[in-house]
């Protein structure tokens, strides 16, 4: 590798982070674990490192709560690790949709240094961003000084776009280090597989779809499998939309924008997913800006967004990241994409939750949310809400016609007291 005068080990790569500086990691999959266990090795140097993240998959130690007292974390999505963090005050949320991350960054988030998960570099030096496009070009342009893990587990996914240059690295870590898997769910349960059948309905052909990772997207890819043309512009896609690309199920065809590539900006799944997208010229990563940008997305004709939730009530807003009162995640792509679809020419929006959550005890679908509940998604944007028990468009409905839909999809244990709620509230 050149630029041996750049190449050392973790250990010194760390050294070049000072205290009191901001670093931002790369995101998920691409999560830089060889430089972040080094990190928490050399804790005691920090007393105010300050990391900027997302969603890390993989090894996150970094965010036990015993060393708050070194890092101090900023993030737009409270996920597993950071979770209880973020509501215990020990690390900061910025509500965020994911589209604009990137514009945060070198702006209200300093990149002082920037911690990159890259591939070796191709025989003119450049190294791919591999499995996560999303906000690394964004903090590559915007940082200080560069950190990379050239790692020769990293799979070449997408093209210059999602490339930086070998000489503009500051240190370079060479390393073999496996990226974080997320094995296929497995067999969908009875909730999961009535969901996914309701949603395959609400799919035709020549759609282009935004897609997740889990048990119901897992389900709904499960149904597809007799349509015929459909192609995928999403935040990420999984090793699900595999087996459809395989069969040729999704293609690409009739897709508006960049026909015949398969576009996303972060990719997480099992091994199975790397090795597909590895030089693979059907799949395209583009910057999260571009990617999630309602205005392009609306650029596929037929897009249809899946997404989930926590809650609706019956006026059709949904809360998909708060739960009483404290967050549980965060906006995600959600919105981004629900908007999209809407402004896309035959698009569609889905949102898909089981009709209960703590064992059938809570009704997912609630006459008012509780204070302090978040509205991620306003009633005006939705237009489908689905549960196992079908689906509720509410798109152009009144607000007694929503209740009414909403209601129908509940679980029956909770039907009578939605509609009597909605009756005290309305009649």
Not at 179 to 202: F, M, N, T
């Amino acid at each position: 590798m050149k630029n041996h005068d750049k190449t050392m080990t973790a250990a010194g790569a760390v050294k070049l982070i000072n205290d009191g500086e901001q670093i931002v990691t790369s995101h998920a999959a691409a999560n830089p674990q060889v430089i972040l266990r080094e990190l928490v090795a050399q804790r005691e140097r920090f007393s105010d490192l300050k990391i900027f993240h997302v969603l890390p998959v993989g090894y996150t130690d970094y965010l036990l709560p015993e060393y708050s007292g070194h890092f101090r974390h900023v993030t737009t999505f409270a996920g597993p690790a950071s979770r209880s963090l973020v509501n215990a005050g020990l690390a900061d949320f910025i509500p965020s949709f994911f589209r604009d991350v990137p514009g945060l960054l070198g702006d209200r988030v300093p990149v002082d240094v920037a911690v990159v998960n890259v591939s070796p570099p191709d025989a003119d030096g450049y190294c791919s961003l591999g499995v996560a496009c999303d906000y690394n070009v964004a903090a590559v342009e915007n940082a200080r000084r560069i950190v990379a893990q050239v790692n020769e587990c990293m799979p070449r996914v997408g093209g210059r776009e999602n490339a930086v240059h070998i000489s503009r690295f500051d240190a370079i870590v060479p390393c073999a280090d496996p990226l974080p898997e997320i094995p296929p769910p497995g067999a969908s349960s009875a909730v999961e597989s009535a969901i996914g059948q309701h949603i395959a309905d609400l799919v035709k052909d020549g759609d282009t779809l935004q897609l997740g990772i889990g048990g119901i997207p897992d389900a709904v890819l499960g149904f597809l499998g007799d349509k015929k043309d459909l192609g995928i512009h999403s935040e990420m896609f999984s090793d699900g939309a595999v087996g459809l690309i395989r069969a040729g199920v999704v293609n690409g065809r009739r897709k508006t924008l960049m026909p015949g590539r398969h576009v996303a900006t972060f990719l997480v799944g099992s091994r199975v997913l790397y090795d597909f997208v590895a030089d693979n010229p059907d799949v395209v990563m583009l910057p999260v800006d571009r990617v999630n940008d309602p205005n392009v997305i609306a650029q596929n004709d037929n897009l249809v967004s899946i997404n989930s939730c926590l809650e609706v009530d019956l006026s059709g807003q949904v809360n998909a990241e708060s739960v009483a009162g404290r967050q549980f995640s965060g906006i995600g792509g959600q919105v981004d994409f629900i908007r999209g679809a809407r402004m896309s020419r035959g698009g569609r929006s889905i949102i898909a939750m089981p009709s209960t959550a703590a064992k059938g005890t809570v009704s997912r679908i609630v006459a008012n949310f509780s204070p302090g509940a978040v509205v991620t998604t306003s009633r005006c944007d939705v237009d489908h809400i689905v549960t196992e028990y079908g689906v509720a468009s509410l798109r152009g409905c009144t607000l007694r016609q929503r209740a009414e839909a909403l209601t129908a999809i509940a679980h029956p244990d909770f039907r009578n007291g939605l509609a009597e709620e909605f009756s005290r509230k309305w009649q």
